[in-house]
């Protein structure tokens, strides 16, 4: 090997790592959609299950306690893929913020006004709640908050071919009146119906971020 | 400015640590993987261990590449080396300036 590198040969060279490490990064995070996808899916048919047979629907403690412990399921979930990314996402603080955040304001506006006396206001964070699968509209809106965070910013300096979460958000969006209207007829039918899109959305994201990065390897 | 001192500049703009070709493939490997150990690294591009230490200790100093112990094989700690936010900048950046030189020299 000479000292230094020949410029034709070295475009060469860091023009496939560059190719290779787009391809590899999208691919990558189509995975950890349909891996967290999958395991937020199951986890929430899981306690709707336990919700029903034990009769737990109105238990707020059940509720927390089972939304508390989803978030122990994200990273776990995220760690089924390992893969080391030079990408720069975004702070732990941050990440942490932007799925968490929107519970907590749904939440806390929803069960302050369903507890609240006034029957107007009470109607108001029941139709917030989406007739008890008010967890599809935050997970929306981490969806998207995400994507502005720092999809958005990765995608426009080219570091990564699609947009997932701004693909799975604006899908959870469009069908979120689907799931307010099923959630208000019946409550199991309504987390039924958005544990389903939830997971059509996550598989229609990674799809088409692996299609994406298999036409940018094939250099169509 | 005419091409050749076009030429001349973007040279002098050529990051000298990472133009060294072992360095180049080094951080080149990193860039595609984001990590990999020095085992594997040594291995696929033929280097000595003392080769290999000398140029990782370059790119560790530049902050370009950083230096992990893991559990490999065996449960046995190997080091393992990533590529940082600034490694991956510079090499973009000296993809950029070869990609300059090689269209002031075709348009010459």
């Not at chain 1, 776990?76 to 907590?104: D, E």
């Not at chain 2, 984001?34 to 696929?44: C, F, N, P, W």
Request: charged content about 20%.
């Amino acid at each position: 090997m000479s000292e230094t590198v020949s410029p034709v040969e070295g475009i060469k060279v860091a023009e496939l790592a560059i190719k290779l490490r787009k391809y590899l990064d999208t691919v990558y995070g189509a995975h950890i959609f349909l891996a967290i996808g999958t395991v937020i899916a199951s986890y929430w048919m899981i306690i709707f299950a336990t919700a029903t047979v034990f009769s737990l629907y109105e238990s707020l403690t059940f509720w927390l306690g089972a939304l508390i412990l989803m978030w122990v399921l994200i990273p776990f979930s995220i760690r089924l893929v390992p893969y080391p990314s030079p990408i720069k996402t975004a702070s732990i603080v941050k990440k942490l913020s932007t799925w968490v955040l929107p519970f907590i304001i749904l939440y806390t506006a929803s069960i302050s006004l369903i507890l609240s006396k006034d029957p107007l206001l009470t109607d108001m964070g029941k139709n917030l709640n989406m007739g008890g699968a008010g967890w599809y509209l935050a997970v929306t809106l981490g969806l998207l908050l995400n994507h502005f965070v720092w999809e958005k910013q990765a995608y426009d300096k080219g570091q990564i071919l699609a947009k997932p979460f701004l693909i799975s958000g604006v899908f959870m969006l469009a069908t979120s009146p689907a799931v307010y209207y099923f959630g208000h007829q019946d409550i199991g039918a309504g987390n039924i119906l958005a544990v389903g899109l939830m997971l059509l959305g996550c598989g229609i994201a990674a799809f088409i971020s692996i299609r994406k990065a298999y036409r940018w390897i094939q250099g169509e | 400015m005419n091409k050749t001192n076009d030429v001349a500049y973007l040279l002098r703009n050529l990051n000298s640590e990472l133009f060294n070709s072992k360095r180049f493939m080094i951080v080149s490997l990193l860039y595609i993987f984001g990590k990999m150990k020095l085992s594997e690294l040594r291995k696929i591009l033929g280097l000595s261990w003392g080769d290999l230490d000398t140029h990782i200790k370059k790119l560790v100093e530049q902050g370009y590449v950083e230096l992990w112990k893991e559990p490999g094989e065996k449960k046995v700690l190997e080091t393992v080396a990533y590529l940082t936010g600034k490694g991956r900048q510079e090499y973009e950046k000296l993809y950029d300036v070869l990609r300059a030189i090689s269209s002031q020299i075709e348009t010459k």
